[in-house]
């Protein structure tokens, strides 16, 4: 392969963290757009949740999208005018991150925009329509509409909602389902004293009896309010009658405010057949499409191309072998299936299907307000977390630690095989840019030793060692693998805690800072390491 880049077909928020994150593992990268440029219209997906936001921190966008948006931390929900319950989220470590953060997705890709163009690696070329995709044992050729073409190694579909031909070119199916029901949005800049950093949910308010509303506040003082109307709803109509201003009012109360956007569509509920074809992986809105309720698809989309760039990184480099790419087809689409299945539960909760999923739902909100057992029913859409590996065939299992299922509402898993780590500050010697375990672990595979564990000689990992990101590809040679103690790391013990770490284990960590194995026999380490790279396990070394 060379050096040819990997290919990135998008420059929304998912291609733009795609390319910058296999530009840090040293790969150079040629993103191909079909707008002729950048089209900064309307705030669109608004909501990011903490865990992508400490994905953007590792090329470094993270700390600024979270400084500019408006910080949230508590969902309330409420049936008519009664409040039925509200919840804050939960963190086993210490994230420097808010579990929300609200910013216009536009300002969100300006920020990516300023890091790309300070990366030499990366190349934007707008104005490049994609019109056919060849690949063959080396690479992947992108044919655009002007008649040029650019060759790749790989190539990262990000294609967005719209990218009907890219998956018609891959023989990709997209099947799945469009909600009736329309929503209309209005971003509305105003002042909401109390509102600014909660996020409210309303069903059958009386000023839209029957629907939802949704309302989110955003900078600037500015909040999101989202309405579900009826199927025949004409936004154009309401405005010139006078009915948009008096919907806003019926929410703002006699207040100035101003509308900043304001956009009308319908939800779609969808997921293409593979999320890998040979030498493409695709991502995103190009592979998943879900009801907003939730927040689950651009952040799902910054999962997929975080997960697409480290895989595609290691096979380049030699460090794994290209097997390890089907690996991200087995847990993304796993992700996007648990995705379409509880935002699907969300819209048959929000719009019923039938009478007697209707009777359903009004007698689970009447009996919320003083049964908690109900309230646990009342469904106004789980938001965004990251998925759980553990069927994947990355993850080792371990009967100790089995996963108890989808947690509750504002929780987060127990750590486990195929968890998203906690987040904890680390002190590494000599390494004061590392202060928190998940930068750490995304730098390669990471072993964590517990009190009295230890790796034997003959494991081939380097005890101790650490190994700095590569600069160039196709090197082949052992993977990046550091191994510490968790002691450590951080003697005041907050990270053994966050982890529940016993005596003896030894935790495998991959390069997205999911838990790969959590194990007790010293010999399994390697075998561990192999399998979370897709690679050939080693035989056991006798004793």
């Not at 953060?101 to 969100?108: A, F, G, L, M, Y």
């Not at 999923?357 to 309230?375: G, K, N, S, Y």
């Amino acid at each position: 392969m060379g050096d040819l880049p990997v290919l990135v077909l998008g420059c929304g928020p998912v291609g733009q963290t795609a390319a910058l994150l296999l530009a840090r593992w040293g790969l150079p990268v040629v993103v191909l757009d079909a707008r002729p440029e950048r089209d900064p219209v309307g705030s669109k997906a608004i909501c990011q949740q903490r865990d992508v936001l400490d994905v953007w921190d590792a090329v470094g966008v993270g700390a600024e999208v979270a400084r500019r948006g408006v910080t949230w931390t508590t969902a309330r929900t409420f049936h008519r005018d009664r409040e039925l319950f509200s919840f804050a989220f939960a963190d086993r470590g210490r994230s420097p991150f808010p579990p929300f953060v609200n910013i216009s997705q536009c300002e969100t890709e300006e920020l990516l925009d300023e890091r790309i163009a300070a990366e030499p690696r990366i190349e934007v070329r707008w104005g490049a329509e994609a019109v056919g995709i060849a690949q063959d044992g080396s690479g992947v050729t992108v044919a655009c509409a002007d008649g040029t073409e650019v060759r790749g190694s790989h190539l990262v579909a990000c294609a967005g909602a719209r990218g009907d031909a890219v998956r018609r070119v891959l023989g990709l199916d997209f099947d799945g389902q469009t909600f009736g029901d329309q929503f209309l949005i209005c971003d509305i800049r105003t002042d909401l004293p109390g509102w600014e950093t909660e996020r409210r949910f309303y069903f059958d308010p009386v000023w839209n009896p029957g629907r939802q509303v949704l309302i989110h506040p955003c900078p600037d003082s500015t909040f999101r309010i989202d309405w579900q109307v009826p199927p025949e709803f004409d936004l154009a109509a309401e405005e010139a009658s006078g009915a948009l201003d008096r919907r806003i009012r019926q929410v703002i109360g006699d207040r100035g405010y101003e509308i900043v956007w304001k956009s009308v569509y319908r939800f779609h509920s969808r997921v293409v057949d593979r999320m890998r074809v040979g030498r493409v992986l695709v991502a995103g809105d190009a592979a998943h499409l879900v009801s907003p309720f939730g927040a689950r698809g651009l952040n799902s989309g910054v999962l997929d191309a975080e997960n697409a760039a480290w895989k595609i990184a290691f096979v380049r480099h030699g460090w794994a072998p290209e097997e390890l790419l089907e690996s991200y087809h087995a847990e993304r689409h796993a992700a996007a299936l648990e995705n379409l299945d509880v935002t699907g539960a969300t819209m048959r909760f929000l719009v019923p299907g039938t009478p007697e999923e209707a009777a359903h739902r009004l007698d689970v909100l009447e009996r919320a307000a003083t049964d908690p057992a109900a309230r646990a029913q009342v469904d106004s859409g789980r938001l965004a977390e990251p998925f759980w590996y553990v069927d994947s065939p990355l993850t080792t299992p371990d009967p100790q630690r089995p996963f108890p299922g989808r947690p509750a509402r504002g929780e987060v898993p127990v750590p486990a095989p195929g968890v998203l780590v906690p987040d904890c500050p680390v002190t590494v010697p000599g390494r004061p840019d590392v202060v928190r375990l998940r930068r750490l672990a995304r730098e390669g595979v990471t072993v964590l030793l517990g009190d009295g564990a230890s790796v034997p000689d003959s494991s081939g990992l380097p005890a101790g060692a650490h190994r700095e990101l590569a600069s160039g590809g196709g090197q082949g040679g052992p993977p990046p693998v550091a191994v510490h103690r968790i002691g450590d790391l951080d003697p005041s013990g907050l990270l053994a805690e966050a982890l529940g770490a016993r005596p003896g284990e030894l935790w495998v960590l991959r390069p997205d800072a999911h838990v790969a194995a959590v194990l007790t026999d010293p010999a399994a380490v390697a075998g561990a390491v192999a399998r979370s790279l897709a690679c050939p396990i080693p035989s056991p070394v006798p004793a």
